[in-house]
Nanobody, 121 residues
Framework: QVQLVESGGGLVQAGGSLRLSCAAS???????????MGWFRQAPGKEREFVAS????????SYADSVKGRFAISRDNAKNTVYLQMNSLKPEDTAVYYC???????????WGQGTQVTVSS
């Protein structure tokens, strides 16, 4: 099993910044299992949506159009941790943010419990 624990959420005013962290651990944790680490979010009344992802080597990143230029994903492989730096936050970024991991070519099978991000106008 792989456990993912997010932190860093909170309440911030529009235009502000937050940095989310997600640490992976577990008996079956391996570099292959967490080859890709990603962030998703779910706003009230909406479906969960992709935010960003990063490959193990860090050279391949992907972002949702809605966050490009404002959010930056990074990872520290020595700590099995992925980060999401969120700048220029907007009220529409308000959501529960989830961390997830997948192997290369696989699906996101492991998820964190989520951390709430609230952006006030």
């Amino acid at each position: 099993q792989v456990q993912l624990v997010e932190s860093g959420g909170g309440l911030v005013q529009a235009g502000g910044s937050l940095r989310l962290s997600c640490a992976a651990s577990g008996r079956t944790l391996s570099y292959a299992v967490i080859y890709v680490m990603g962030w998703f979010r779910q706003a009230p009344g909406k479906e969960r949506e992709f935010v960003a992802s990063i490959s193990r080597a860090g050279g391949s990143t992907s972002y949702a159009d809605s966050v490009k230029g404002r959010f930056a994903i990074s990872r520290d492989n020595a700590k099995n941790t992925v980060y999401l730096q969120m700048n220029s936050l907007k009220p529409e970024d308000t959501a529960v943010y989830y961390c997830a991991v997948r192997p290369a070519g696989g699906s996101f099978d492991y998820w964190g419990q989520g951390t709430q991000v609230t952006v006030s106008s």
